[in-house]
């Protein structure tokens, strides 16, 4: 029996809709759907969300509500992140994204944002050598990246106002691409990490891992793998940066192995996680698959088992 269950996730960068079939176990993953909609490059300084950024989110929308007709409205869940989060005029978009899809979206909270994508990532490596150690997982957004430290469940966690769209409109003047623009970068991230004075217990883990778009990119790039994981290191994200000052423009970065639309948000998505690096020390990251969109459906699955085991018992 197929019992079709979606989410989709309104990121500041892309938005993304995930639809599996969970008549089987585990899931079955039938489509994916994203498009990069940048909502995050229409805040003002003010924090006011262009209609221009708008319009393209709600265009975006109508053109993934179709592929998700078949989904019943109580098993679609829409969750928004940093861009939504923050916009002074937020509910003009969502309420004209809620008639398109006929659902309510949840408007996550930056420690939300972390306990999914950290369940997401939970969930991906549960069956591998992963499961046991204490991991902190890194999650590069648009408009946020988050921290989380735990093993099966976070057990701290932290959502930092630096994202790979914010950082390029804001350290990439005319969008060019300089040594001193990405060095910039890198230092402004890791004063972000550092004057958050983590403490020691941060440094509790074991394996590190990264989730969604920027360090599939740069885990990509690297072109390092171990157990058919892919990884990156200092080593690799040098070579990386020389890469990327191979270009003068975010528009004309175009990379064999990098998908099209990611190159002009990557200098600063490279720029956060070096940051980031260099502030906890890091050397290694792996990435996994699972993040945010999986974290939703994992919830969403635990909450209707939860539901029927009531069910049942009463």
């Known amino acids: 029996m197929t019992y079709l269950v979606a989410a989709i996730d309104l990121g500041s960068n892309s938005f993304h809709a995930t639809l599996v079939d969970t008549g089987e176990n585990p899931y079955r993953v039938v489509s994916r759907a994203g498009e990069k909609v940048q909502l995050a490059a229409g805040l003002d300084n003010q924090g006011h969300l262009s209609q221009e950024a708008m319009d393209r989110g709600l265009d975006c929308l109508r053109r993934l509500a179709p592929k998700l007709i078949k989904v019943d409205p109580n098993n679609l869940h829409v969750v928004a992140t940093n861009t939504l ?14 008639a398109i899809l006929g659902v309510p979206i949840r408007v996550l909270t930056g420690d939300e944002e972390a306990l999914l994508i950290f369940s997401g990532v939970v969930g991906e490596v549960s069956s591998t050598t992963y499961q046991q150690r204490k991991k902190l997982v890194i999650d590069i957004g648009g408009g946020s990246t988050e921290l989380i430290l735990g093993q099966r469940i976070p057990q701290r966690l932290q959502s930092f106002p630096m994202g790979c769209v914010a950082f390029s409109g804001k350290f990439f003047p005319q969008r060019k691409i300089k040594q001193s623009y990405i060095t910039n970068a890198v230092e402004a991230a890791q004063n972000t990490i550092e004057k958050a004075s983590l403490g020691y217990f941060w440094d509790d883990w074991q394996v590190c891992i990264g989730s969604s778009g920027t360090v599939k990119a740069l885990a ?8 058919g994981r892919p990884y990156l290191d200092l080593a690799s994200m040098a070579k990386i940066e ?14 064999e192995g990098l998908r099209p639309d990611r190159g002009e948000v990557l200098p600063a998505g490279y720029a956060i996680l070096k940051g980031i690096m260099l502030s906890l020390n890091l050397d290694r990251i792996y990435f996994s698959t699972g993040a945010l969109r999986e974290g939703v459906l994992l919830h969403a699955l635990q909450q209707q088992t939860d539901s029927l085991s009531g069910s049942l018992s009463s």
Do not use: K
């Open 220 to 227: 990509a790039l690297s072109a390092l793998e171990e157990d």
């Open 242 to 255: 020389r890469q990327l000052l191979a270009f003068d423009h975010l528009d004309e970065v175009l990379i």
């Open 85 to 98: 989060r923050v916009a002074q005029n937020s509910a003009d978009f969502i309420s004209q994204a809620e």
